[in-house]
């Protein structure tokens, strides 16, 4: 299936996943769903970098925790709006890209040592978001007043005493219009100069140059879109938990998250986050009852499934489905 | 040898050096190619025509000398750059875009003078259509032939709407048949006013094509004229043609 | 496919009939059937896309076809591993050199001989060296900066080192000088007259009819032009398709 196809296909998700709340009321579903939703925007963001540009990050929590921090923080220490900090902190999130962008692509970084950058970035944020006690409340982390007047709960960006139906779906619903603004983004470039540059670039960047390819350029703007919908994100992710840490901000954790559901999914991102959370909620269900709770068990699991995609479906989900769809239509030729 | 610095040159290449370690692989390369002109750049392999296509093209910055495109210095511009000057260059080794089809590959070439993407593809597909690729636009380009590839890659080359086209070994690996084709091809480019200069090893081509050559050994320009005279040289017979194709072609026999 | 021998002592190397081959389900190849005698030089010609590479892959065993038979010093190779098929020696020199640019020229050269014993592969060392002398005056230099015709040569030579019975070499001539392909060609007249049997798959005619006893013309995935060298050379069709005269 073509990019342009693994869109589509996404895309025509979103009216099901919109008409979720007249069929599922359980409490329980709608924060697996709201769950796979989150990585599915982490995922993207991700992609944008990593799919389409071919430059695999390793510390994509940058991202997200300088946007989650940025969110947490102007509401936190000046009292602002949710919805203005909201533009600061995606602004933040592009202002790091933009910084790791120029140091890594001008000086031609690639393959593993951006990898490796993106990864140094992100732990060095993590410690300095630990050390600056008195910018970012270090290891305590910034914790958000709750709100539990309904009245206040859009001025807020709080859903949780929203009354039943908000409470609820309030935040499935933000997180879905935040996946669908990184679908349209996604959409948008793949419909424009820049996203076949930005392609170009990946499959060879040599040609592309020689074919008037700015490839610093196309490559930095790859970038600050990658952060600029992995800091949604972020965003949410403070509304919703109303505390932020250095760990939770610039852990490996949605490091790897990011990038898990790309590649299991193929590059199909929502497919790819699906399969994650319902893998690793089973597989919670399973160790918990024959093993019980041994930490670490689950990640070593996932580290396994992980291996086994790459080794025997490389394009992940969605390949393997594309392979299954060509043989089925191929058979009439022969 | 003296640099004719003409009016109408479109391309004038001054005294270019570039060492790599200790390895001299170009030394005071110097050349001009009057505009509408097809010339040739021949060399036995390691003779350095493929690094002074890259520095002229852009990807290797030159130790020492000039080049100037249409009048203008251009030494140091990215490649892309260049290109969007007009100054277009393929690999010697094809690098299509694997997993995009035909059209799409074209398309990133048109890509550099136009934004809009319906218009690139429709600039690519005419492209191929003048190429003889219209019935393969949809094939994916990682499927391609050695010859569809080298078709491509002129296709992508011809799409950014060049001034000047360097082509590196454009006909490595095809049959006679095949290489008529692209003579005819490239007949047909220059007629629509492109300069053209060739890296080539197929003297079939050479002869037929180019109004002059340049003959490269070991990082220096070693003659220079028409390409009978050329291959009457002495020095470029040792070096490069062997006496066995030097007769032939003396001959008028049209394979090396 | 029946062959009528002159003479019983020769010996027939390689022996392809019925040959049906291609990659998933798709058969590049229809029906093809060639062969090469003890210590001739045959030659494949044919267009690009018309089998070559995917006749080679099924030589070497890299794909296995889906019909047909190879018989390779008598013995049925269809099915059996690339590694036995090279131990049994038949060697393919593939298309573009593809040496190890990161190794040096010694070294690329070891990789051709490690399955043979240290003493057989200081014997072939000796060997290419001497048909090579180019390759011993740059032992310790990486493959990757040598230049088109070293690489080719430094390819030959990783080839030779694994013992070749049989050599079947994928354009070799590929981005070469004139004067090199003159070289080249006339090395490959030398090693045959060692008694090496080589199947030469390539584009220079006239060079490649001048070496070699018989050829084939590939064309359409089937084989439409089989025949000694001379009366190819005269043939009006291919003169037509492959010298466009």
Not at chain 3, 89 to 103: D, K, S, Y
């Given at each position: 299936m073509s990019e342009r196809g693994r869109t589509i296909a996404g895309g025509l998700l979103f009216a099901p996943l919109a008409a979720v709340p007249l069929v599922v009321t359980s409490g329980r579903w709608i924060e697996f769903l709201e769950l796979t939703l989150f990585t599915a925007v982490l995922g993207q963001g991700w992609n944008v970098l990593g799919g389409y540009g071919g430059q695999y990050s390793f510390g994509h929590a940058l991202f997200f925790g300088t946007a989650a921090y940025i969110q947490a923080l102007l509401q936190f220490k000046l009292g602002w709006s949710p919805w203005l900090t909201m533009w600061f902190a995606i602004l933040g999130a592009m202002l790091v890209a933009a910084g790791v962008g120029y140091l890594s692509f001008r000086y031609g970084l690639r393959g593993?040592?951006?990898?490796?950058?993106?990864?140094?970035?992100?732990?060095?944020?993590?410690?300095?978001?630990?050390?600056?006690?008195?910018?970012?409340?270090?290891?305590?982390?910034?914790?958000?007043?709750?709100?539990?007047?309904?009245?206040?709960?859009?001025?807020?960006?709080?859903?949780?005493?929203?009354?039943?139906?908000?409470?609820?779906?309030?935040?499935?619903?933000?997180?879905?219009?935040?996946?669908?603004?990184?679908?349209?983004?996604?959409?948008?470039?793949?419909?424009?100069?820049?996203?076949?540059?930005?392609?170009?670039v990946r499959e060879n960047e040599d040609a592309a140059e020689a074919l008037g390819v700015d490839a610093f350029r196309v490559k930095l703007g790859a970038?600050?879109?990658?952060?600029?919908?992995?800091?949604?994100?972020?965003?949410?992710?403070?509304?919703?938990?109303?505390?932020?840490?250095?760990?939770?901000?610039?852990?490996?954790?949605?490091?790897?998250?990011?990038?898990?559901?790309?590649?299991?999914?193929?590059?199909?991102?929502?497919?790819?986050?699906?399969?994650?959370?319902?893998?690793?909620?089973?597989?919670?269900?399973?160790?918990?009852?024959?093993?019980?709770?041994?930490?670490?068990?689950?990640?070593?699991?996932f580290g396994v499934i992980l291996v086994l995609v790459l080794g025997f479906a490389p394009r992940g989900i969605a390949g393997l489905l594309g392979e299954a769809w060509r043989r089925a239509t191929d058979r009439a030729c022969n | 040898m003296p640099p004719t610095g003409r009016a109408t040159d479109v391309l004038e290449v001054t005294g270019l050096c570039k060492t790599f370690g200790g390895l001299r692989a170009v030394a005071d390369a110097t050349l001009s190619v009057a505009a509408g002109e097809i010339v040739s750049l021949i060399g036995p392999n390691g003779a350095g025509k493929t690094t002074?296509?890259?520095?002229?093209?852009?990807?290797?910055?030159?130790?020492?000398?000039?080049?100037?495109?249409?009048?203008?210095?251009?030494?140091?511009?990215?490649?892309?750059?260049?290109?969007?000057?007009?100054?277009?260059?393929?690999?010697?080794?094809?690098?299509?875009?694997?997993?995009?089809?035909?059209?799409?590959?074209?398309?990133?070439?048109?890509?550099?003078?136009?934004?809009?993407?319906?218009?690139?593809?429709?600039?690519?597909?005419?492209?191929?259509?003048?190429?003889?690729?219209?019935?393969?636009?949809?094939?994916?380009?990682?499927?391609?032939?050695?010859?569809?590839?080298?078709?491509?890659?002129?296709?992508?080359?011809?799409?950014?709407?060049?001034?000047?086209?360097?082509?590196?070994?454009?006909?490595?690996?095809?049959?006679?048949?095949?290489?008529?084709?692209?003579?005819?091809?490239?007949?047909?480019?220059?007629a629509t006013g492109i300069t053209i200069v060739l890296i080539e090893h197929v003297m079939r081509a050479v002869k037929s094509l180019s109004d002059r050559a340049y003959v490269l050994n070991h990082g220096r320009m070693i003659a220079t004229g028409t390409p009978a005279e050329i291959t009457r040289n002495p020095d470029v017979i040792e070096a490069y043609l062997g006496h066995g194709a030097a007769a032939r072609l003396a001959d008028g026999q049209i394979d090396a | 496919m029946v062959r009528r021998h002159a003479s019983l002592t020769v010996k027939s190397m390689l022996e392809v009939t019925g040959l049906h081959a291609g990659y998933d389900s798709l058969d590049v190849l229809h029906g093809v059937d060639l062969a090469v005698d003890e210590g001739q030089v045959v030659a494949l010609l044919g267009s690009n896309g018309a089998g070559k590479s995917t006749l080679n892959n099924t030589l070497s065993g890299i794909i296995r076809p889906r019909l047909g038979s190879i018989?390779?010093?008598?013995?049925?190779?269809?099915?059996?591993?690339?590694?036995?098929?090279?131990?049994?020696?038949?060697?393919?020199?593939?298309?573009?050199?593809?040496?190890?640019?990161?190794?040096?020229?010694?070294?690329?050269?070891?990789?051709?001989g490690y399955r043979r014993g240290r003493k057989c592969r200081a014997r072939n060392m000796a060997r290419v060296t001497e048909v090579f002398p180019r390759l011993a005056e740059r032992f310790s230099q990486l493959g990757g900066t040598l230049s088109g015709g070293e690489q080719q040569m430094l390819a030959i030579g990783r080839g030779m080192m694994s013992e070749p019975r049989l050599l079947i070499l994928d354009e070799p001539s590929l981005g070469l000088s004139p004067l090199l392909v003159e070289e080249m060609f006339t090395l490959i007249g030398q090693l045959n007259e060692q008694g090496l049997s080589v199947l030469l798959v390539e584009q220079n005619v006239f060079q490649s009819l001048a070496i070699a006893d018989r050829a084939y013309v590939l064309e359409n995935v089937s084989v439409t032009l089989q025949g000694a060298s001379a009366d190819l050379l005269d043939d009006a069709q291919l003169r037509r398709s492959y010298l466009g005269m």
């Open positions: 593993s040592y951006f990898a490796l950058i993106t990864l140094a970035f992100a732990e060095a944020f993590h410690v300095l978001s630990r050390s600056f006690i008195g910018l970012t409340e270090g290891g305590r982390g910034v914790q958000l007043a709750l709100n539990q007047d309904p009245a206040q709960a859009f001025a807020t960006f709080q859903f949780n005493f929203a009354g039943p139906f908000l409470s609820t779906y309030g935040f499935y619903y933000t997180i879905l219009v935040f996946l669908s603004i990184a679908y349209a983004a996604v959409w948008w470039m793949q419909r424009t100069r820049f996203g076949a540059q930005l392609v170009a970038i600050l879109l990658s952060a600029a919908i992995t800091a949604l994100a972020g965003i949410y992710h403070v509304q919703k938990f109303l505390f932020i840490d250095p760990g939770i901000a610039y852990g490996p954790a949605k490091s790897v998250e990011a990038l898990f559901a790309p590649i299991i999914g193929g590059l199909g991102t929502v497919l790819g986050a699906f399969f994650i959370h319902g893998i690793g909620e089973t597989t919670k269900e399973i160790i918990g009852t024959f093993w019980q709770e041994r930490p670490g068990l689950d990640l070593i699991l | 002074l296509f890259a520095m002229v093209s852009g990807f290797l910055k030159p130790d020492a000398g000039t080049v100037q495109f249409q009048r203008r210095d251009i030494k140091g511009l990215r490649p892309h750059a260049a290109c969007r000057l007009g100054l277009a260059r393929t690999f010697q080794v094809a690098r299509p875009f694997p997993n995009l089809s035909v059209h799409h590959n074209i398309a990133i070439g048109a890509h550099t003078r136009y934004r809009r993407r319906n218009q690139a593809l429709a600039i690519a597909a005419e492209v191929a259509e003048r190429l003889g690729m219209a019935s393969r636009l949809d094939d994916h380009a990682g499927s391609l032939t050695v010859a569809g590839r080298k078709r491509l890659e002129l296709a992508r080359a011809l799409a950014t709407r060049p001034r000047l086209l360097l082509l590196d070994e454009v006909m490595a690996g095809l049959n006679a048949t095949e290489i008529d084709d692209i003579v005819a091809a490239l007949r047909g480019i220059r | 018989r390779f010093s008598g013995k049925d190779i269809v099915g059996t591993s690339p590694e036995y098929i090279v131990a049994s020696g038949l060697i393919h020199v593939p298309e573009g050199r593809r040496i190890f640019p990161n190794m040096s020229v010694l070294e690329n050269l070891e990789m051709g």
